[in-house]
Each structure stands twice: as structure tokens, then as C-alpha cells.
DNA sequence: CAACAATATTTGTCATAGCAAATATATTAA
DNA sequence: TTAATATATTTGCTATGACAAATATTGTTG
């Protein structure tokens, strides 16, 4: 006999939800003339806050395995945004930095991102943030400890 | 001047969320035996409760692009767990059919998904899913009207 | 030191996703 | 009816993401 007979489809509202958030992240930087897509953004982001960092590093804080960042890497540095840079320490890492015209771009792109991220939040408060947080990360510990 | 200056990052949440979620259904698709990706069984889902839809209708359910919807199923087809039928009404359409192998792999994947469905909800209430939905739908439509 | 294990990055392959364009068919308008 | 338009699907191209394997380097252990 199942107890608990109705299950709760979260996953299809986070689907749909995060795949219109990544489209107005998109049409957003495209409108402002900014060619970058929403994860390469996502890496800058990172990037302007411990300029530097290693690729690993960089996984870690935006949950992106390692050729997913190498190879977002490869096309910031095409773009000229970021510039990869041997460790004199440990030279297996890369050291990943801004370029000048890679600070531009950030300056350029986080008040964009900060009106999409406040559009984003429009009619809901700061408890229901806590609220949000709070399922998010049950339901991300609920599967992470297995 | 600006007045909410605390902009919310609720996307990352978003994201690390729904990828730990994917990764969980592929492990568990795998622990199980079942030759299946996560959004395959979204589209076999789909399938189960409105057999012979068209992929139109299939995308417009899931949230896909039709190239995405077309894809997939030629996979699902290649696994033998779809079929495609062309419409009598209309010579554009493909109406897409579960067949006996899908309808029984469908049969195998569910309580799977179910479980992984209760356990992501685990320590999260009814009322908990009732904000849930709130919000999301919030920032859904906070994007979706501009 | 030599062998082995661990770490950082890259490369290859496949699946998903978005966008644009091609194709086929259907509908509407002149 | 023909021409223009709209719709359904497919195909090509690119980006992201997962996984496995290759490569280079570092650390550890005998």
C-alpha cells in the first residue's frame, strides 16, 4: 500500500521555469548588444568576483563539470574576455583572468543581469526568498545525501 | 538610485537544483536497468497519458522545441519504444504512439520515478509544494508577460 | 629513485536545446 | 484556381552538459 500516493512533479516547474529565465537572459544580452550567452556569463560572473581562479575552481562555484568549463573557457578566450595563464606553482592548472575588454563586457552586462534578476523576483518578497532557499536546498540535500 | 539593491540569484539555486535532479534519474534509470535519458521520459510520459499526440502537441506539453521533440523521438523510435504514424487529417502531422515495448518500459520506469518524486520531496510538505508552485509560477509569469 | 595513484585539463562522443533555414502540406486571399 | 501565408516536421549549426578516456603533471609509497 503507498502511503504517499501523490508525488509531486516539481522537476517539470523548475524545467519550465529556468528554461524562460535562460531565454530572457539570452534576448536580454542580445537586445544590449552583448555577445555572451547566459553560461559564459555565469563564468564571468565568477571570474569578477576571484579573477585568477583555476578551471576547477570555476566548476566548482557554477556546478559545471570540467570540459564544460574548458570549453567555455576556449570561446571566452576567442572572444577575447578571458585569458588563460600557466601556474608557476602547479603546472597542470591554469590560471583564469579577465581581460580588460572582459571587464568591460562585465560592467556592461551585470546591471542587465541585476534588472532581469530583480524583474525575476517582481511581486514576491524577501520571505518567500527564504522560503525558496529553504525547499531548494531540502530538495537538493534530500538527493544529494544518497 | 537604486531601491532594492539585494538582487536575488535564484537562478543558480534553480540550476544546481535541476541538474543534481537529472543526474539522480539517470543513476536511478541505470541502477534499474532501463535504457532511458530523463527527458526521454518526459516525452514517454507525455505518451502514456495522450498516446498518438503529434510532436507539435508533445513539445508544446514538455516545453521542447520541436527540433528537440523531433530528436528525441527519432531515439525513442530507434529504441523501438515509439512508433511514428503519419495523420489521415493532415499529411504535415505525425501522430507518435507508445508501442508494447514502450508501454512496458513506461510500466517499469514509473515507480522509479515515483520514488525519486517522494524521496526529492522528503521533509517538505503539502503546503511547502503549494508555495513552491506559487513562486515559481510567479517568476514564470513575471517573464513571460514582458 | 621508480612505480603507482591522484589531480587538472583536454578531447571525443552523444544527448539536449536554441536558432535559422529547408521541405512538405494546408489554409487563406486575390 | 493560383499565389501568398501559415503550420508541422526535419536538417544544419552551435552551445552546453554528461561521461569516458587520454595527457600532463604532481604526490605518495615502496
Same mark, same amino acid.
Given at each position: 500500500?503507498?502511503?504517499?500516493?501523490?508525488?509531486? @512533479?516539481?522537476?517539470?516547474?523548475?524545467?519550465?521555469?529556468?528554461?524562460?529565465?535562460?531565454?530572457?537572459?539570452?534576448?536580454?544580452?542580445?537586445?544590449?548588444?552583448?555577445?555572451?550567452?547566459?553560461?559564459?556569463?555565469?563564468?564571468?560572473?565568477?571570474? =569578477?568576483?576571484?579573477?585568477?581562479?583555476?578551471?576547477?575552481?570555476?566548476? @566548482? $562555484?557554477?556546478?559545471?563539470?570540467?570540459?564544460?568549463?574548458?570549453?567555455?573557457?576556449?570561446?571566452?578566450?576567442?572572444?577575447?574576455?578571458?585569458?588563460?595563464?600557466?601556474?608557476?606553482?602547479?603546472?597542470?592548472?591554469?590560471?583564469?583572468?579577465?581581460? =580588460?575588454? $572582459?571587464? +568591460?563586457?562585465?560592467? +556592461?552586462?551585470?546591471?542587465?543581469?541585476?534588472?532581469?534578476?530583480? +524583474? $525575476?523576483?517582481? $511581486?514576491?518578497?524577501?520571505?518567500?526568498?527564504?522560503?525558496?532557499?529553504?525547499?531548494?536546498?531540502?530538495?537538493?540535500? @534530500?538527493?544529494?545525501?544518497?
Amino acid at each position: 500500500m503507498q502511503k504517499n500516493k501523490e508525488t509531486k @512533479n516539481f522537476g517539470a516547474y523548475m524545467d519550465r521555469t529556468i528554461k524562460l529565465i535562460k531565454w530572457k537572459y539570452t534576448q536580454a544580452f542580445k537586445e544590449a548588444n552583448i555577445d555572451i550567452t547566459t553560461e559564459q556569463w555565469v563564468l564571468l560572473d565568477s571570474l =569578477s568576483q576571484k579573477d585568477g581562479i583555476s578551471q576547477n575552481e570555476l566548476g @566548482n $562555484g557554477s556546478f559545471k563539470n570540467a570540459p564544460t568549463v574548458s570549453r567555455i573557457i576556449d570561446l571566452l578566450c576567442k572572444k577575447g574576455l578571458t585569458k588563460r595563464e600557466p601556474s608557476p606553482n602547479d603546472r597542470r592548472k591554469h590560471h583564469i583572468f579577465l581581460t =580588460s575588454k $572582459g571587464k +568591460k563586457t562585465y560592467q +556592461k552586462v551585470l546591471p542587465v543581469v541585476e534588472d532581469l534578476r530583480r +524583474k $525575476g523576483w517582481n $511581486g514576491l518578497t524577501h520571505e518567500d526568498y527564504q522560503q525558496f532557499i529553504r525547499i531548494m536546498d531540502q530538495i537538493f540535500s @534530500n538527493f544529494e545525501e544518497s
